[in-house]
């Protein structure tokens, strides 16, 4: 079933067990974003966030683009005064983060261009997966501004590396799909009528474990990235894998183990 958010560019539907699909749709513009949608995004995820049946977010878009980032004519695309343009700022910036501390796992399923706003939605997935017409840009230097905006300062070079991150933001040059798996910018690239199936592959494999152990995965992952040794790593990892012990989820999971038979666990939110 697909429903239509409070903002007709987003829709949603759950094409598996546990997985919830944001489609973003406007097909017309690349899937540009207008403000509007940028804050019903936002508020979209917050609500498949607490929302105990969702345990997988897969984000596309529709048609040929993933998303040409924000719509640039659209009417007040450019705010009059700082306070405004800060507040605009601000929004994106929660989507990001809105993104990024989700206790599910969020999969870009990569269909076409992402570019600037595009890029950063991407960049704050998971795990990205594209198909061959996936192209990526991080176009803000070219428009005047810094490089640096909704999140890529600090997420590209968590992905690509800081050489490549550079690179790309200095420039804000266009990278096509056989490049942007070379350099680690996605998981791979996968043929255009495949990319929905593998991207719910991966879900389905996510769906198949401890949701606490799989939301703990992810808590750790982004908290770790920047872990300043790896004593500190390791502390915060056994102090989390003492918390999982004995809970639900993993009791199940080892009798599944065990009994060999899958495992099932209940809403331990």
């Known amino acids: ?23 973003i749709n406007r097909p017309d513009r690349l899937n540009a974003l207008e403000w509007g949608t940028v804050r019903a995004l936002r508020d979209l995820l917050g609500r498949l966030d607490a929302d105990p049946t969702v345990r997988v977010v897969v984000l596309t878009g529709a048609g040929r683009g993933f998303c040409a980032g924000l719509d640039l004519q659209q009417e007040g695309s450019f705010a009059p005064t700082r306070e405004a343009v800060l507040a605009n700022q601000e929004l994106f910036a929660d989507t990001i983060l809105a993104i990024r501390e989700m206790d ?30 996936a192209r990526f840009a991080a176009s803000f230097v070219r428009l005047g501004l810094s490089g640096c905006d909704m999140g890529t300062s600090h997420l590209l ?31 791979r690239v996968v043929p255009a009528e495949e990319l929905m199936d593998d991207v719910l592959g991966v ?13 703990m995965t992810k808590e750790v992952l982004d908290v770790n990235v920047d872990a300043p040794s790896l004593r500190a790593a390791l502390e915060l990892e056994n102090r989390t894998q003492v918390l999982a012990t004995g809970t639900a989820d993993q009791r199940e999971a080892v009798a599944a183990f065990l009994e060999r038979r899958p495992a099932v666990f209940g809403d331990r939110r």
């Open 203 to 215: 879900a389905a494999e996510i769906v198949a474990n401890a949701p606490f152990g799989v939301r």
């Open 104 to 133: 599910k796992p969020v999969l870009a399923a990569v269909n076409g261009p992402a570019a600037g706003g595009g890029l950063a939605l991407a960049l704050a997935c998971d795990v990205r997966v594209a198909s061959p017409t």
């Open 157 to 187: 070079p968590r992905i690509v590396g800081l050489g490549h991150a550079s690179e790309l933001l200095l420039t804000g040059r266009l990278v096509d799909a056989a490049e942007a798996a070379r350099i680690g910018l996605v998981n």
């Open 1 to 23: 079933m697909t429903a239509t958010t409070a903002d007709d560019h987003l829709q949603t539907d759950r094409p598996a067990d546990g997985v919830a699909r944001i489609t």
